[in-house]
């Protein structure tokens, strides 16, 4: 009943945010044209449609955005997006959790081609492709887009760079050069990125470097429910340094582009070097022997193809193609000891022929098709060597008569895997369908409909080891079959000039959901779980509220901004594990001339709801504030300053493996400079 009050009294707080909304000089504010409601987004809509035009829940993280975010992985730094959460596994290692789901149900990309490595294979796993050198991030929430297979049933992230230049550079040549340092782990990054015109190529070159520390935390690394489940009593209160919590990374590269009057295609190569610590994965040893930290070394080099051009054939106006091939190998090193390693390399690629547009209808035919080899080798090599095949073949339809609409696609997939446990083939359809309406040109209301299938993965259907990052010794199942999502998502944008507004509902219902459940044994100290399958049901809302309350031209305004969500899990065999509890963002924008401030608060609510071998999580609350000073926002100098954190609260994330293990960095003063020309 408490939860439920507290919950309410939320909710009541974002209903008076978005107050402005029913006022009638909102109302009579004048409203742009609905195609121009916000940035095109370019993941899982070829034919390029904004963002306030469709469906699709998404998120847009642009390069002045980028450019002062915090160092850190993917994960990290889109945690507190609406809907979007982070594993939280230590600084070295986080996927982004998406409406609940992570692992092999969210799909990051690399410029529209998976990453070809190991990282939806564990937790403690790096994503590689990083944050600081992208110029654009894309985020799709749930399973309505269906350019990208069953491995995208929860979402989709797109990491997108300039190392393929589609564009010549300004006056022939830019580039930026970025320096941050930050106080929890005094930790440093740097980053350069430079594109240069010769006729019709353009050469670019970036690279980064960053290195932190072990970082600070509030309280003690164990959390109160952790010591109190082992019949104990915390000892202080005080917080330190989170042991073998370091990250380092080195990322460096270049494109090659040619760009011609109806196009481009390019070639690029990046190298990633990274090493990490693993915070608590020392904790599954005997916990009277000295037990080594545990610390990742991770490298890939990866090679891009990339193009798009014009064509005239029947019904198609350009084709577009990508392709990347990447070698992957990362070692989990127990002290100086170098234990389990873990191989991915292989090849993805897409081609789609875009549509002429006539009389509001557009579209697009593509395929895709990867290949990948995966191997493991050491004491903890729970999967067998594999090799995947996938190929999948779609087309996406809109068609907008201006106040009524409907979009929607058809894809089929098959998968291929090979191992020395055994082979398995599947075949999946998946179709949505999103209709539209624009009672006027300030509003936009759709109901989507979705049927996703996504076949098993490697772990799920061969898995036979102790996995030390999730503490259990896990067993696949080779007689798994697909798992089916049927979704339904209701969607709403408003642009008022000063207010603005986004509404998802969802609800999604999975038939045959894979999930991990306990048997009751134990084996090398560890409890044995199984996957299984089961039904289970997602429900949640995302909402986003934007009142520009003071505006006096350009770059001299106050905003106020609440973002919320939630999202509810339930199985036949109860709740599932690791669903992150409601949240609500409250933010301040200034602008005034070069300077822009803001605060943020932001509050989490406690997970109850807990699953199997989970302990439930306390909520908080954190305060965050930012300044910067930047004459021109588009070129030349930056400087900046941010407060995270600055209550220094305990955050632990729900989402996390090891959330009583390892909270969140404390309080964090973090200094930064950019300059772009």
Same mark, same amino acid.
């Given at each position: ?258 760009? %011609?009057? &109806? +196009?481009?295609?390019? #070639?690029?190569? $990046?190298?990633? /070097?990274?090493?990490? =610590?693993?915070? @608590?994965?020392? *904790? ?61 390399? %292989?090849? &993805? +690629?897409?081609?789609? #022929?875009?549509? $002429?547009?006539? /009389?509001?209808?557009? =579209?697009?035919? @593509?395929?895709? *098709? ?84 996504? *076949? ?222």
């Amino acid at each position: 009943m408490m939860r439920s009050s507290s919950l309410l009294r939320k909710l009541l707080m974002s209903a008076a945010a978005a107050a402005p909304l029913l006022s009638p000089e909102a109302q009579a504010q004048p409203a742009p044209p609905a195609e121009d409601l916000g940035e095109v987004v370019i993941t899982g809509i070829p034919y390029g449609v904004t963002r306030r035009a469709t469906t699709l829940a998404v998120d847009v993280l642009d390069q002045e955005t980028l450019s002062t975010a915090p160092p850190g992985t993917l994960g990290d730094v889109l945690n507190g997006l609406p809907g979007v959460r982070s594993t939280a596994f230590g600084a070295g290692a986080s996927r982004p959790v998406i409406r609940g789901m992570a692992g092999p149900r969210v799909l990051v990309l690399s410029n529209g081609v998976g990453l070809i490595d190991a990282s939806g294979l564990s937790p403690d796993h790096q994503v590689a492709a990083d944050p600081g050198d992208a110029s654009r991030i894309e985020v799709l929430r749930g399973p309505s887009t269906l350019a990208y297979g069953g491995t995208a049933i929860g979402g989709v992230v797109n990491v997108i760079d300039n190392r393929i230049a589609s564009e010549r550079p300004v006056d022939g040549l830019e580039g930026g050069l970025s320096v941050q340092s930050t106080s929890v782990d005094a930790g440093w990054s740097t980053s350069a990125d430079l594109s240069a015109a010769f006729g019709p190529f353009v050469v670019s070159l970036e690279g980064q470097r960053r290195e932190a520390g072990d970082y600070a935390i509030p309280r003690p690394a164990e959390s109160r429910r952790q010591v109190e489940a082992e019949g104990e009593t915390l000892e202080t209160l005080q917080g330190g340094e989170l042991e073998n919590s370091f990250s380092n990374l080195s990322v460096y590269g270049g494109g090659l582009s040619w760009i %011609g009057p &109806e +196009g481009f295609v390019g #070639l690029s190569i $990046r190298h990633t /070097d990274a090493d990490y =610590g693993v915070p @608590g994965h020392e *904790a599954h040893h005997d916990p009277d022997a000295d037990a080594a930290l545990v610390t990742i070394g991770l490298e890939q080099t990866r090679y891009d193809l990339r193009g798009e051009w014009g064509l005239s054939v029947g019904p198609f106006e350009r084709i577009r193609f990508s392709g990347g091939y990447a070698d992957y190998e990362h070692t989990e090193f127990e002290g100086d000891e170098a234990g389990t390693q873990f191989r991915s390399d %292989g090849w &993805e +690629g897409r081609a789609e #022929l875009i549509q $002429r547009p006539v /009389d509001g209808w557009r =579209g697009a035919f @593509g395929i895709q *098709a990867l290949r990948r080899d995966l191997d493991a080798i050491g004491d903890e090599a729970y999967v067998p060597q594999t090799r995947i095949s996938e190929a999948g073949i779609y087309t996406l339809q809109r068609l907008d008569s201006g106040r009524f609409g409907l979009e929607g696609g058809l894809r089929y997939d098959s998968r291929h895997l090979e191992s020395l446990a055994g082979a398995r083939d599947f075949q999946n359809v998946s179709a949505s369908l999103g209709l539209f309406y624009r009672p006027t040109r300030a509003w936009f209301v759709g109901l989507s409909l979705a049927s996703n299938g996504r *076949a098993p993965t490697e772990a799920e259907l061969f898995a036979d080891g102790p996995h030390a990052a999730t503490r259990s010794f896990e067993i696949g199942s080779a007689d798994l079959g697909s798992e089916r999502a049927t979704s339904v998502e209701g969607t709403l944008h408003l642009d008022l000039g000063s207010v603005t507004a986004d509404l998802h509902l969802y609800h999604a219902r999975y038939d045959g959901f894979i999930d991990l459940a306990p048997t009751g044994a134990e084996e090398d100290g560890l409890p044995v779980l199984s996957y299984v399958q089961t039904d289970a049901t997602f429900s949640g809302f995302e909402a986003q509220v934007a009142w520009r309350v003071w505006d006096a031209g350009e770059r001299r305004t106050f905003s106020l901004e609440t973002t919320a969500d939630s999202v509810r899990a339930t199985t036949d065999l109860g709740p599932p594990a690791r669903i992150p509890p409601w949240s609500i963002n409250v933010r301040g924008v200034l602008e005034f001339d070069a300077w822009t401030g803001r605060i943020d608060l932001r509050e989490v609510g406690e997970q109850d709801l807990a699953g199997a071998f989970e302990l439930p999580t306390d909520g908080y609350t954190t305060l965050n504030a930012f300044v910067s000073w930047a004459p021109d926002p588009d070129r030349g100098l930056r400087l900046y300053a941010e407060a995270r954190n600055l209550n220094d609260a305990e955050i632990r994330e729900h989402a996390s493996f090891l959330k009583d293990l390892a909270p969140s960095p404390g309080r964090n003063i973090r200094l930064g400079v950019n300059y772009r020309f």
